[in-house]
């Protein structure tokens, strides 16, 4: 009945029939206005935010050109990081490409192998290959070589630094090999891409710095996250005073699988005969062929440089690119070997503070109430949750990785009045950087990932993700073409070679070591002879 | 425009309701989105679970720009046509495409991600729910009883008092 009737009345307006055709617009009305209003004051108070932390997170100009005559390089150490570093340079491996195409077949959203082929031509030749193992060098001259370019194999490095087919010689060697390396390669004047640590004792840095110094060749040490993007935005972030007074650093290695721990596998054909062992164990105490010390090189003292040299170096980097801070005065370590004990004689698990007294980021508080720093590193190989990076100031806390964001703190002085009035909340970040926010990255291992979301596999340069070694080797080579400095030379280098090696020794001697800034050396130990203690095959001395 | 289906007032009313709630949901969405410029749907595209290098394309820099307007106006549209009552057949095609495409790059399937949603889901979210209420809208359209299009079926022969 009441269906019929309500018919009826629909066959001509009525002020019923009015108020129900067009009820739908006050709401319109209502949630048009409610959205509008939340857009705005949304739009608002990021706009304001922006205008009041100013941050420039436009990438830098690309280095030089790669114009003029090729530069021809030779690869010293081709295991690991060697192959990488080619890539960097342009040239992949045979079994990689494959099975980068393989990877990116079965997942479209690995872009490893389009990123690599994606990547600028750098206008270089691999000429030499200098590897103590067969397999790999020979592996070297089967993916490299050209019809244009063979690519010679030298049984010592001597040999190739003093060739006349190379320019500039690339050095991924076990750390005991950085310097003598090194240094020998700039006295033939040859350009040095060196990888981190920089060097493996305390008296080589000095004897490599004096080498740089005198040669004009171009050198830079293999810290590529100095051309990650939120590492040159972070720097801004500093340089206007946006967190205050930082007062506290704190910096991790998060690893928990058999890769991170530098259980690397060890090749079938290796032995005595297809290494040459002699070599490889340089200035090292000579013990017999061990095929486990070749390839797991990193967990004894004798060739590598532990968590101090190897990782941290890495982070202490990061926070120097940063703040500038240099050496810290002193350096407190502790850890121990407690989740691979596998005869290493390296720690798997580390602390190490670092005290900066005299420095300062900068203050919004009264003048001269904020000064000093420390520095915390903190290491496990047994352990992924994913600590971040962060730079605790009284304004603000940084954490800094591949993005970097920003948080006001809650007691901040310099944002006081914009937390009061809401405008900021010290939950929600007031800053955010995140390049990958708009592409799928391809991470495939706990390793590859730890390195990713630290900054130091790749980077983005007008939104394309770029391999963040290329950049780096391309500053390199467009100074050796163009001129300047690169931006990990000596002095960033020494700098992170010191520190790495003070955190190393109170590791070993369990005990403060300071530095001595006006007479810029580690203040000795009584009863040690510092670099005998930093490289004695033992876990600790005391 | 009416329906075929007998239903009660109470029926009816509630077929109404439901129409403004969904119309009020995808209007603020719409609406919210338009005035702030810096909202994108890159990093929801193209992280997409399913039919992903459909939706790594329309996520691209020669595409997001154009994406992003387009789905801020089909949020509009379908909010307006519901909450008007106008048109709304339409608006719920609309909506029922723009949800599918939701629900396809990010499905509650088992072993997706279900990262940035609240509550749990297994094949059905609220992105599927609401695209099948939608469809109801589409089958039982109520215009005619609440909103514009009944004035439009009225307009021939207007009452005058």
Not at chain 1, 499 to 520: P, V
């Given at each position: 009945?009441?269906?019929?009737?309500?018919?009826?009345?629909?066959?001509?307006?009525?002020?019923?029939?009015?108020?129900?055709?067009?009820?739908?617009?006050?709401?319109?009305?209502?949630?048009?206005?409610?959205?509008?209003?939340?857009?705005?004051?949304?739009?608002?108070?990021?706009?304001?935010?922006?205008?009041?932390?100013?941050?420039?997170?436009?990438?830098?100009?690309?280095?030089?050109?790669?114009?003029?005559?090729?530069?021809?390089?030779?690869?010293?150490?081709?295991?690991?990081?060697?192959?990488?570093?080619?890539?960097?340079?342009?040239?992949?491996?045979?079994?990689?490409?494959?099975?980068?195409?393989?990877?990116?077949?079965?997942?479209?959203?690995?872009?490893?192998?389009?990123?690599?082929?994606?990547?600028?031509?750098?206008?270089?030749?691999?000429?030499?290959?200098?590897?103590?193992?067969?397999?790999?060098?020979?592996?070297?001259?089967?993916?490299?070589?050209?019809?244009?370019?063979?690519?010679?194999?030298?049984?010592?490095?001597?040999?190739?630094?003093?060739?006349?087919?190379?320019?500039?010689?690339?050095?991924?060697?076990?750390?005991?090999?950085?310097?003598?390396?090194?240094?020998?390669?700039?006295?033939?004047?040859?350009?040095?891409?060196?990888?981190?640590?920089?060097?493996?004792?305390?008296?080589?840095?000095?004897?490599?710095?004096?080498?740089?110094?005198?040669?004009?060749?171009?050198?830079?040490?293999?810290?590529?996250?100095?051309?990650?993007?939120?590492?040159?935005?972070?720097?801004?972030?500093?340089?206007?005073?946006?967190?205050?007074?930082?007062?506290?650093?704190?910096?991790?290695?998060?690893?928990?699988?058999?890769?991170?721990?530098?259980?690397?596998?060890?090749?079938?054909?290796?032995?005595?005969?297809?290494?040459?062992?002699?070599?490889?164990?340089?200035?090292?105490?000579?013990?017999?062929?061990?095929?486990?010390?070749?390839?797991?090189?990193?967990?004894?003292?004798?060739?590598?440089?532990?968590?101090?040299?190897?990782?941290?170096?890495?982070?202490?980097?990061?926070?120097?690119?940063?703040?500038?801070?240099?050496?810290?005065?002193?350096?407190?370590?502790?850890?121990?070997?407690?989740?691979?004990?596998?005869?290493?004689?390296?720690?798997?698990?580390?602390?190490?503070?670092?005290?900066?007294?005299?420095?300062?980021?900068?203050?919004?508080?009264?003048?001269?109430?904020?000064?000093?720093?420390?520095?915390?590193?903190?290491?496990?190989?047994?352990?992924?949750?994913?600590?971040?990076?962060?730079?605790?100031?009284?304004?603000?806390?940084?954490?800094?990785?591949?993005?970097?964001t920003i948080y006001a703190d809650g007691k901040s002085t310099k944002f006081k009045e914009k937390i009061?009035?809401?405008?900021?909340?010290?939950?929600?970040?007031?800053?955010?950087?995140?390049?990958?926010?708009?592409?799928?990255?391809?991470?495939?291992?706990?390793?590859?990932?730890?390195?990713?979301?630290?900054?130091?596999?790749?980077?983005?340069?007008?939104?394309?993700?770029?391999?963040?070694?290329?950049?780096?080797?391309?500053?390199?080579?467009?100074?050796?073409?163009?001129?300047?400095?690169?931006?990990?030379?000596?002095?960033?280098?020494?700098?992170?070679?010191?520190?790495?090696?003070?955190?190393?020794?109170?590791?070993?001697?369990?005990?403060?070591?300071?530095?001595?800034?006006?007479?810029?050396?580690?203040?000795?130990?009584?009863?040690?002879?510092?670099?005998?203690?930093?490289?004695?095959?033992?876990?600790?001395?005391? | 425009?009416?329906?075929?289906?007998?239903?009660?007032?109470?029926?009816?009313?509630?077929?109404?309701?439901?129409?403004?709630?969904?119309?009020?949901?995808?209007?603020?969405?719409?609406?919210?989105?338009?005035?702030?410029?810096?909202?994108?749907?890159?990093?929801?595209?193209?992280?997409?679970?399913?039919?992903?290098?459909?939706?790594?394309?329309?996520?691209?820099?020669g595409m997001i720009h154009l994406v992003d307007n387009l789905n801020i106006f089909s949020l509009m549209v379908v909010g307006l046509s519901l909450l008007l009552g106008y048109f709304e057949r339409?608006?719920?095609?609309?909506?029922?495409?723009?949800?599918?495409?939701?629900?396809?790059?990010?499905?509650?399937?088992?072993?997706?991600?279900?990262?940035?949603?609240?509550?749990?889901?297994?094949?059905?979210?609220?992105?599927?729910?609401?695209?099948?209420?939608?469809?109801?809208?589409?089958?039982?359209?109520?215009?005619?009883?609440?909103?514009?299009?009944?004035?439009?079926?009225?307009?021939?022969?207007?009452?005058?008092?």
């Open positions: 009945m009441s269906e019929d009737k309500s018919e009826d009345k629909r066959s001509n307006w009525s002020r019923r029939d009015l108020l129900k055709g067009i009820a739908g617009v006050p709401i319109v009305g209502s949630v048009w206005w409610a959205g509008a209003s939340k857009g705005v004051n949304n739009t608002q108070a990021r706009d304001s935010i922006l205008k009041t932390l100013n941050i420039n997170a436009s990438p830098p100009p690309p280095s030089g050109p790669m114009a003029g005559d090729p530069i021809r390089i030779g690869i010293i150490g081709f295991g690991i990081r060697g192959p990488q570093l080619c890539r960097a340079l342009g040239f992949g491996q045979k079994s990689w490409l494959e099975s980068m195409a393989e990877a990116a077949k079965k997942n479209p959203k690995d872009t490893r192998l389009s990123s690599f082929l994606e990547q600028e031509h750098l206008n270089v030749h691999i000429t030499a290959v200098c590897d103590l193992f067969d397999v790999r060098a020979q592996d070297a001259i089967d993916s490299f070589s050209t019809d244009v370019v063979k690519v010679q194999r030298f049984r010592t490095h001597q040999e190739l630094v003093e060739s006349d087919v190379v320019d500039a010689v690339i050095i991924a060697t076990p750390d005991h090999w950085h310097a003598p390396i090194a240094i020998a390669a700039l006295q033939a004047g040859k350009h040095v891409y060196v990888e981190k640590p920089m060097t493996h004792n305390i008296k080589e840095t000095y004897a490599l710095k004096d080498v740089v110094e005198a040669s004009n060749v171009v050198f830079q040490v293999g810290h590529q996250h100095r051309q990650t993007q939120s590492f040159l935005t972070a720097q801004d972030v500093v340089k206007k005073n946006i967190l205050g007074h930082v007062s506290l650093i704190q910096a991790n290695t998060n690893r928990n699988d058999d890769n991170g721990a530098w259980q690397y596998p060890i090749h079938e054909k290796a032995n005595p005969n297809t290494v040459d062992w002699k070599q490889f164990i340089g200035n090292a105490p000579m013990i017999p062929f061990n095929a486990e010390h070749f390839f797991r090189w990193r967990k004894w003292w004798a060739y590598g440089s532990g968590l101090s040299g190897d990782l941290m170096s890495h982070d202490y980097d990061r926070v120097n690119c940063i703040l500038k801070m240099g050496i810290p005065s002193s350096v407190v370590a502790s850890g121990g070997i407690y989740t691979h004990k596998d005869g290493r004689n390296v720690p798997d698990v580390m602390q190490v503070n670092m005290e900066f007294p005299d420095f300062s980021t900068g203050s919004s508080q009264v003048a001269g109430k904020e000064k000093g720093m420390t520095m915390v590193y903190s290491a496990t190989l047994g352990n992924q949750y994913g600590r971040t990076t962060a730079f605790m100031g009284h304004d603000a806390t940084m954490e800094v990785g591949n993005s970097l009061v009035s809401e405008e900021m909340d010290p939950n929600v970040p007031i800053y955010q950087y995140d390049p990958a926010s708009g592409s799928v990255d391809g991470v495939t291992s706990a390793t590859a990932k730890y390195f990713a979301d630290k900054g130091l596999l790749w980077t983005y340069r007008d939104g394309k993700r770029v391999d963040s070694t290329h950049l780096h080797v391309r500053e390199w080579l467009s100074c050796i073409r163009n001129g300047g400095t690169p931006s990990c030379n000596i002095k960033e280098g020494f700098e992170e070679a010191m520190t790495s090696h003070m955190g190393g020794l109170s590791y070993k001697l369990g005990r403060r070591i300071d530095w001595n800034q006006a007479k810029q050396e580690i203040v000795q130990v009584e009863g040690y002879d510092l670099d005998e203690a930093l490289l004695e095959d033992k876990e600790k001395i005391v | 425009m009416t329906t075929d289906i007998n239903l009660s007032r109470t029926g009816r009313n509630s077929l109404i309701l439901l129409r403004i709630l969904i119309g009020w949901h995808f209007l603020y969405e719409g609406v919210l989105k338009l005035y702030n410029p810096a909202w994108t749907s890159k990093a929801y595209l193209s992280s997409a679970e399913l039919l992903t290098p459909l939706f790594q394309w329309l996520s691209g820099d339409i608006g719920s095609v609309f909506g029922i495409c723009l949800l599918l495409m939701y629900y396809l790059a990010h499905p509650a399937l088992p072993g997706a991600s279900q990262a940035g949603t609240e509550g749990s889901y297994w094949i059905i979210n609220k992105n599927l729910i609401e695209a099948a209420a939608l469809f109801v809208l589409y089958q039982m359209p109520t215009g005619t009883y609440f909103g514009l299009q009944s004035l439009k079926k009225n307009s021939l022969n207007p009452k005058t008092k």
